[in-house]
């Protein structure tokens, strides 16, 4: 990337492959519990359709997830100075939902004992999934302009923020309250677990929206919802993830063209397991960053 700048991210956007080969962006991945057993995800030892074809055939299967550890941040690090790079900027799905920015922090610290020459800095996305992703990829293009610091980078980062939006509607809440990440949507346990709530992520927690009662409806409404905040489609970078069941993923993707009018290209793929085990096969979202 331009001014020795280069982007490590965590595997809580799911970045494209195409996005991350582009621009050089390495990718750490979490670590899935199953059956007593721990694995790499994001196709390292087991892929994310493998697991949720699981989930789906066994409902009381519920999978644990650990955040990236020290050494794996440390060893990404290294191999990106060995690429000639000295200025990184590490990205990381919020700090409420993972220890993975705490990790990345401690790998830092030893990471830049060893070698001093080098800057990092280490980013709090404060959103996760497809949200996070549509970030990653605005601060790769803004890399690849060359037209930035890293300091001033890390700036741009905290600004987009507020521009950053991540929808999701899930089919059950149980995988949520079982991981503990559903906080505000508790409220909507109960009636809700047999219709389909509309939630996002609001400075890294869960905000409830709305409900529906259909899945279609669901649908519809974060379509709705996203084109009420996106302003200007060509300015905009939108990302959808799916868990299973890609015919959702595809009418989404078509509602969201012929509600913006929309020409650009939006990256679609598979739900990243980290998040996908606490919202369940089924899950389905919308991330974009607005100007």
Known sequence: MKNNICLVADAGGYLPKEISTKYD????????????????????????????????????????????????????????????????????????LSASFNNANLAKELFLKDYPNCNVKVFDTRTCTCGQSAMEIKLAQLIEKGKHTLEELYDTAKNLISKTHTLFSVKTLKYMEAGGRIGEAAKFLGILLKINPISEFVNGVV?????????????????????????????????????????????????????????????????????????????????????
Not at 43 to 60: A, C, F, Q, V, W
Not at 236 to 244: D, G, M, P
Not at 251 to 259: A, D, R
Request: proline share 5%; aromatic share 8%.
């Open 25 to 96: 962006i390495s990718i750490v991945p979490f670590y899935i519990t199953l059956d007593g057993k721990k694995y790499l995800v994001q196709g390292k030892d087991i892929t994310d359709e493998e697991l949720y074809r699981k989930m789906h055939s066994d409902p009381n299967l519920l999978p644990k997830t650990s955040a990236p550890n020290p050494e794996d941040w440390y060893n990404v690090l290294s191999e990106k100075v060995k690429k000639g790079y000295e200025n990184i900027l590490i990205t990381t799905m919020s700090s409420d």
């Open 207 to 291: 905000k409830p929206i709305k409900i529906s009662r259909t899945r279609k409806k669901a649908l519809d409404s974060m379509v709705e919802i996203a084109a009420e905040r996106i302003k200007d489609p060509k300015k905009t970078i939108i990302c959808t993830r799916s868990a299973l069941f890609e015919e959702d993923q595809e009418y989404l993707i078509t509602k969201l063209k012929e509600k913006l009018n929309y020409k650009g290209k939006i990256y679609s793929d598979v739900l990243e397991a980290v998040i996908g085990v606490h919202s369940g096969p089924g899950a389905i979202g919308i991330g974009f960053v607005t100007e």
